[in-house]
């Protein structure tokens, strides 16, 4: 598959069947699997063969749409997992324990934000967050003797700021550390960060490569080119041996291209248990076979609409990359020539009352706190996820009380551009 376009990988990636096997995947829909003999399972347990066991660890539907993610992002080895908050959990987790440190953009999710910042923070994995912006000379102080890693989103959501991510990637590798980028808002379609020097990518697959808000999923890609035998002092869960499974070295025996999730399956998986149903995994095939034609016309009316909202006199100001006025205009052609996403956010004349009344009178823009549907949606954050803020507060967090977030699907843009005229009349 490795030679086809990403289209190409979009329909036919991870699953190639046999004679007279079927055409679509089947939902493996089994707990456990049958062996011949307690050795042949042993073999299992030991890490010795691969083969499936038990679903909690793997099971072959997610391995599928595991391996088309894969083939999609071009990396060596991957994995689904129950939601994309599990995969960045993992992802660190795999790599930072208790005494670790991580350096992180703080343009990120602010559910990400709370695992690393809260959660994290209380199982002693500490984060420095430094503005995706920052000067390489900051960037490059931000790290200590006990960094393990670097994080940022290509898009982050919802600032929509674009990463750098060769400049990241230089610095982590100047670090002797990987760089492990969240790629939901972009997906593969629009940028592949193992192109630019990143080492790790992870999904909340929940968004576009799911696409119909139909099941919550998470995604982990290894490019497999960082090294961890070169840095083994810093890495001794993938480069010493690991008494759960009788002193296997996880970097000696899978080798870069297999060590990392070896070990987030046959660790975190096995000890925390995220996995993600098969019925799931079979949804999210479905939306991973139509993602490359979704994304352009996601793109195109995110476009449409950001132009659009530029031009009104009620609007006050439009965040959108694909706009030349955008401050991430030129990164964003650098990374995502063919578009960022269908994500616009943008502030309206009146602040918090005039947003409030615009949103009652959107006839097509569904009021939800989800992004990246076929659906188009929107948020005014002020009057929801941030409420408990006041204005000060609000700019502080970086949701000024006049922020709209629009997430543009599928439809026709001039439907959603009559739709929001409509609206803005009311204000
Ligand atoms: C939604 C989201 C997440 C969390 O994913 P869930 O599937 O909701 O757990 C992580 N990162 C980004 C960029 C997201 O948009």
Request: glycine share 8%; proline share 4%.
């Amino acid at each position: 598959m490795n030679n086809y376009k990403i289209e190409t990988k979009c329909v036919q990636g991870g699953y190639r069947p046999g004679n007279g096997e079927p055409r679509q995947i089947p939902i493996v829909q089994s707990t456990t699997f049958r062996y011949d003999t307690s050795e042949d399972m042993g073999k299992l347990f030991d890490l010795e063969a691969s083969g499936y066991f038990y679903s909690r660890l793997q099971n072959p539907t997610c391995d599928t749409v595991a391996a088309k993610i894969c083939e999609m992002e071009g990396g060596a080895a991957a994995m689904l997992t129950s939601s994309g908050q599990a995969a960045n959990f993992y992802a660190v987790f795999n790599i930072a324990n208790c005494g670790d440190h991580v350096v992180c953009s703080t343009a990120i999710y602010g559910g990400t934000y709370n695992l690393f910042a809260v959660t994290m923070k209380k199982m002693g994995v500490e984060f420095t967050f430094i503005s995706p912006d920052c000067t390489e000379e900051e960037l490059n102080a931000a790290f200590r003797e006990n960094t393990k890693a670097v994080f940022g989103e290509t898009i982050a959501n919802p600032a929509l700021t674009v990463l750098d991510i060769e400049k990241f990637a230089k610095a982590a590798h100047a670090h002797g550390v990987p760089l492990i980028i969240d790629n939901t808002f972009a997906t593969p379609i629009n940028c592949r960060p193992f192109e630019w020097g990143a080492d790790i990518v992870t999904h909340s697959t929940t968004k576009y490569m799911d696409g119909h808000g139909a099941a919550v999923g998470g995604c982990i890609v290894d490019s497999g080119r960082f090294d961890w035998m070169a840095e083994k002092e810093k890495f001794p869960g993938l480069c010493t041996p690991d008494d759960s499974y009788h002193g296997i070295v996880y970097a000696e025996k899978f080798g870069k291209e297999g060590a990392f999730i070896t070990k987030a399956t046959a660790q975190l998986m096995r000890d925390f248990g995220s996995t993600p149903s098969p019925q799931s995994a079979f949804l999210l095939n479905l939306g991973l076979e139509s993602l490359h034609v979704r994304m352009e016309r996601h793109c195109a009316n995110a476009q449409a609409v950001a132009e659009f909202l530029e031009g009104h006199e009620k609007i006050t100001w439009v965040n959108y990359a694909g706009l030349p006025s955008n401050r991430y205009h030129e990164l964003a052609k650098k990374y995502m020539p063919k578009g960022t996403c269908g994500v616009v956010s943008f502030g309206i004349r009146g602040g918090r009352a005039a947003a409030e009344k615009f949103m009652k009178q959107l006839q097509i823009a569904a009021i939800e706190t989800h992004v990246a549907d076929a659906r188009t949606c929107c948020l005014h954050p002020a009057s929801a996820t941030h409420r408990q803020m006041n204005d000060e507060e609000l700019i502080a967090a970086g949701v000024p009380g006049d922020l709209v977030r629009l997430s543009c699907g599928l439809e026709h843009a001039e439907d959603l551009i009559a739709d929001l005229a409509h609206a803005l009349e009311s204000v």
